[in-house]
Each structure stands twice: as C-alpha cells, then as structure tokens.
C-alpha cells in the first residue's frame, strides 16, 4: 500500500503524516550532527562514540559547546525542526509513538520523497558536508510539497505551485495560503531551514576564499 495523488485529501491524516516526516527528518540530522562531532571535534573520542543511537548523546548542552560551525549550523536546522514538531504535536494532539507506528499514518509519510543518507559513518568528514547539504535541500523540497497540498486542498498539486519549487528564496513560497495557519507554520519552518542552508554553503565559500588569499 502507498499513498496516491488521486487519494482524497484528508487534514488530519496528511499533518500526522508530515509530523512523522519531520520526525524522521530532524533524527537524520541528529545523526549528522554527532558524527561531525566525532569526526573533527571531538577525534579523540571517535573509537568510543560510533553509533548515535548505540551511544546517543541525549542533552543538547552537549553540541552548543562544540565550537565548530559546521555542529554549529547543523544544530540549529535540528533544533527548528524540533520546535516546529512539538507545536504541531500540541495542535493535533499527536502522540508521537502511537503514530509512529501507525500503518496509515506511516503509509501517508511516504507521500512525498524524502532523501536520508544511511550509512553516515563511513563517510569522511568532507563528503559528510556535501551529503548534509543534499540532505537538507531535500527536506526544504518536501516540507513545500506538503505547503503546496495544503494550499490546493488536494494531493493532485497543480503545475503552478509545482513550478515554484524551483525558485530561489522565498520566490518558491509566494503562492501559499497564508491565510491558512498550517500553511503559514511551514512556510515559516522553511524559510528557517532556507537560511539555515545558505549559512552552512557559506561555511565551505569563506573556507576556500582563505585558501585562495593565501
């Protein structure tokens, strides 16, 4: 069973769906952000802490002391994602486990695409941060494909909005409901997550331009 665009569009369902899709979005991110820790920061300790979910660090104290800007960066984008999840779990009285394991409410998560990287810790550090940035770009992508369905009230989004998902900055957003509150929280949520992508390229230009005047 999944999910199709002639499916009749329900509210609910569609905003447990994407609250497991953010979920699992800011878990990837999660993932990321340890293992830049370990992989730079913190080398000394890589043998001990391998897995993020084997040896999880659970208080986000921890990475707001790492100062490196990349941890740095990425922490923020999981940090507004989790914000954004807990007021939609208030809104909708989600109970984040119950719909985690929900048949329909996970067949209804896979509506959209979601790019996840798997295998993190293989990756050195440098491709790490080309894969965080693919990663995060997909998440902006998806998170405005579930704006542009609330928007059209319909799983069959129209080409117009479809179109604006090309757009640079907030041009790809112009077309939404605003008048919609639901709309409005991820619009909001993606324009963060925008600046938060824009920061962390910055990051690898301001490198190479060192590089370069020296």
Request: charged letters at 30%; one cysteine or more.
């Amino acid at each position: 069973m999944k999910p199709s665009r002639n499916d009749p569009f329900d509210l609910s369902l569609s905003m447990r769906g994407l609250g497991a899709v953010v979920t699992r979005m800011h878990s990837d991110i999660y993932e990321y952000v340890y293992h830049f820790t370990f992989k730079k920061y913190l080398k000394s300790y890589i043998r001990d802490f391998k897995d993020p979910w084997e040896q999880p660090i659970e208080h986000d104290d921890f990475f707001n002391e790492v100062d490196d800007p990349v941890v740095k960066s990425c922490f923020a984008a999981m940090r507004r994602l989790v914000d954004y999840k807990i007021e939609l779990n208030l809104i909708f009285g989600i109970d984040e486990i119950a719909d985690l394991e929900d048949e329909y409410i996970v067949v209804e998560s896979k509506r959209f695409k979601l790019y996840l990287l798997v295998y993190k810790r293989s990756k050195s550090y440098k491709k790490l941060k080309l894969y965080y940035e693919r990663t995060l770009t997909g998440f902006i992508e998806t998170l405005s494909m579930y704006a542009y369905a609330l928007t059209a009230q319909s799983y069959k989004i129209p080409l117009v909005l479809k179109r604006q998902l090309a757009l640079p900055g907030e041009e790809s957003l112009r077309l939404l409901n605003d008048d919609d509150s639901n709309v409005a929280m991820i619009k909001e949520l993606v324009i963060g997550l925008k600046k938060d992508l824009e920061d962390f390229k910055s990051l690898s230009v301001s490198k190479t331009a060192k590089k370069t005047r020296k």
